[in-house]
């Protein structure tokens, strides 16, 4: 059965260091758990950067581009 973890990442040892990410998920294990805020940073990090929107799709596409509506087809050179 899933449980809620709340997950803090801060930078540093000092008691009163804030958290530079906070994360609320729903995991069997507390591994599943920071593999889920894991991913939410890898994405958010992407996205802030213009990077990748999801590198699991069979093209890849920048977030630049599938924001700006680019027109993609498989198999032709370029791209577009």
């Given at each position: 059965m899933?449980?809620?973890?709340?997950?803090?990442?801060?930078?540093?040892?000092?008691?009163d260091a804030k958290p530079i990410r906070r994360?609320?998920?729903e995991?069997?294990?507390?591994?599943?758990a920071l593999g889920q805020v894991q991913d939410q940073a890898t994405r958010d990090l992407a996205r802030s950067q213009g990077g990748?929107?999801?590198?699991?799709q069979e093209e890849v596409f920048a977030a630049a581009?599938?924001?700006d509506g680019a027109?993609?087809?498989?198999g032709e050179e370029g791209g577009r």
């Open positions: 899933p449980t809620q973890w709340v997950i803090e990442v801060r930078l540093g040892t000092r008691p994360a609320v998920v995991a069997a294990d507390e591994v599943e990748l929107v999801d590198d699991g581009e599938a924001r027109e993609h087809h498989a």
